[in-house]
């Protein structure tokens, strides 16, 4: 059907009439390009201070994204922000469980990629005093696996705007894991 068919058929012409002509048709929109991500090892700071403390972990249903978490458990508006998450990097998440020793867990079947969400389980698991704002918005390294430091859930619903940042820092993990597909 044709421009000129429709408004016939919805009774606007001849009345209508366009009074500039339609630019030509582009391609469909795309993704910006997102520059190719330099893996950053980050200085190294030992902690003594750093208390060893189990963590939340929740991985994909095929084991190639882990979502490490400080906190002990998830409060409903918590699970459902997780779960939208899931829904738009389009993985199906396991059920949460509490690991003590995150290393063991992680070379019993590891992961493509970590997700650190928080400041107390990127530091956990980087042995950094680093904030989380130098670590955020990289890929780093955890014993050869690409680890990106990103807020945590609560984080998340009481700061709106830095939802914004953790979806570019998805977006670079979604991008990373694109490039072990090739």
Same mark, same amino acid.
């Given at each position: 059907m044709t421009r000129e068919d429709m408004l016939r058929e919805l009774e606007l012409l001849p009345v209508w009439q366009l009074r500039n002509p339609l630019p030509a048709p582009t391609a469909s929109p795309t993704l910006p390009n997102i520059p190719e991500p330099?893996?950053?090892?980050?200085?190294?700071?030992?902690?003594e201070t750093l208390p060893t403390q189990s963590l939340m972990h929740i991985s994909s249903e095929d084991g190639d994204w882990l979502f490490v978490m400080g906190s002990q458990s998830l409060q409903a508006d918590e699970a459902q922000l997780f779960k939208n998450i899931s829904k738009a990097i389009r993985m199906i998440a396991m059920p949460e469980q509490m690991v003590i020793d995150t290393l063991t867990t992680i070379q019993a079947k590891p992961p493509k990629i970590i997700i650190a969400m928080g400041e107390?389980?990127?530091?956990?698991?980087?042995?950094?005093?680093?904030?989380?704002? +130098? &670590? $955020?918005?990289?890929?780093?390294?955890?014993?050869?696996?690409c680890l990106i430091a990103t807020y945590d859930l609560a984080h998340l619903l009481q700061h709106l705007p830095d939802k914004a940042?953790?979806?570019? +820092? &998805? $977006?670079?993990?979604?991008?990373?894991?694109?490039?072990?597909?090739l």
């Open positions: 330099a893996i950053i090892e980050p200085k190294i700071e030992k902690l107390l389980a990127s530091q956990s698991l980087l042995q950094s005093t680093q904030p989380l704002t +130098d &670590l $955020r918005g990289k890929l780093l390294k955890y014993h050869n696996i940042k953790t979806w570019d +820092d &998805l $977006r670079l993990a979604m991008h990373t894991m694109q490039d072990f597909k």
